[in-house]
């Protein structure tokens, strides 16, 4: 399966500031995801990263608030812009290699914003 | 209607018993089926597969799928503490991959 590498694996932040997350994939996938998940919560899909286009954003979530970049088949970053405490939460990088396969996800980034 | 739904529990049962994980989907188009395990703090990860009708199992873990009746379920035979976790049931309709809201396992010793 799909090897991830998600960084920061947590970050403390101030209010007001931005904080990017970066996903490596060892291997070229067809799509690439990135989730919030509150503490015993489900997943809420933030959005769909698309190689070279911009990404599709799920209601509720807008560009201007998490704007995201996929330069490529194996990499992305999910930009968390000016913060509050409502923002703080685990985010999750998830890749899926090809049609019909399972997503398999990067060990996320905990952050908590003061 | 929820297009992945599972009871959210959470589910007890002690130690050694069956445990039985249930989801239902709403897309008939659905083409594959999985079962991830979400221990707390950690990452969702990929425990079983099922893409045809039947029953698959692997170890102490059986799968079965069936899609007239669009239900896939989990059993964990023998049941161990470390089973303890939240069990999230995902369908995909090729490219487009929808979770469950999961279901928390608790085995108790």
């Known amino acids: 399966s799909a090897v991830i590498s998600q960084k920061p694996s947590r970050d403390i932040c101030q209010r007001g500031t931005s904080l990017t997350i970066q996903c490596q994939v060892d291997?070229?996938?067809?799509?690439m995801f990135w989730y919030r998940q509150q503490p015993g919560q489900s997943l809420t899909l933030i959005a769909t990263?698309?190689?070279?286009?911009?990404?599709?954003?799920e209601s509720g979530f807008v560009i201007d608030k998490f704007p995201i970049s996929r330069p490529n088949l194996t990499f992305s970053t999910l930009t968390v812009s000016n913060m509050s405490p409502e923002d703080s939460s685990i985010y999750l990088c998830?890749?899926?290699?090809?049609?019909?396969?399972?997503?398999?996800f990067g060990d996320g980034t905990r952050l908590s914003i003061l | 209607q929820k297009e992945v739904e599972q009871n959210s529990g959470p589910l007890s049962v002690p130690e050694g018993a069956i445990a039985s994980l249930n989801c239902t989907y709403s897309d008939r188009g659905s083409q594959s089926f999985f079962w991830y395990r979400q221990y707390s703090g950690k990452s969702p990860e990929l425990i079983m597969s099922?893409?045809?009708?039947g029953d698959k199992e692997d170890g102490r873990f059986t799968a079965q799928l069936n899609k007239a009746s669009q239900y896939v379920s989990l059993l964990i035979r023998d049941s161990q503490p470390s089973d303890s976790a939240t069990y999230l049931c995902?369908?995909?309709?090729?490219?487009?991959?929808?979770f469950g809201a999961g279901t928390r396992l608790t085995v108790k010793p």
């Open positions: 998830s890749v899926l290699p090809g049609p019909r396969q399972p997503q398999h």
């Open positions: 990263a698309n190689q070279g286009s911009e990404a599709t954003y």
């Open positions: 291997s070229q996938v067809t799509m």
């Open positions: 099922i893409y045809s009708n």
């Open positions: 995902a369908v995909n309709q090729v490219n487009d991959m929808r």
